[in-house]
């Protein structure tokens, strides 16, 4: 355990001393950084906006994803509300059902387009 020196004392990218040749520590290490490009063309990108944009007018103007996911913060809302009080069983027993319909509801719609 001496021999392991803490992270801020520098990295020279070479794998730890005790480490196999094929243990993962000298795998890591050995494999070079990724190039971090993207390949699509600005051609390619603009054909694929104008697609989303297509798509994004045949919905309709209620049903994209600004007002479903306010709609689905009220629904989780009333179903806090309805948990909370104190004065109906009733509200309380549905309250559950309410909530995680408005929760499913979130993550469907938040995939809707703008």
């Excluded at 021999?3 to 520590?25: Q, T």
């Excluded at 104008?50 to 994004?56: I, K, L, N, P």
């Excluded at 469907?108 to 703008?114: I, L, N, T």
Aim: with cysteine.
């Amino acid at each position: 355990m001496s021999d392991i020196s803490p992270p801020s004392a520098g990295y020279d990218g070479r794998p730890p001393e005790g480490a196999r040749a094929g243990s993962g520590a000298a795998q890591r290490s050995a494999r070079p950084p990724s190039a971090g490009y993207d390949d699509r063309t600005a051609e390619g990108m603009r054909a694929g906006s104008r697609a989303a944009q297509r798509s994004a007018r045949r919905w309709p103007r209620w049903l994209r994803r600004k007002p479903m996911e306010m709609l689905a913060c009220i629904v989780i809302t009333l179903g806090l509300l309805m948990m909370l009080q104190p004065i109906a069983m009733l509200l309380f027993t549905w309250s559950f059902v309410t909530t995680l319909f408005g929760t499913a509801m979130f993550m469907v719609v938040s995939k809707f387009p703008e």
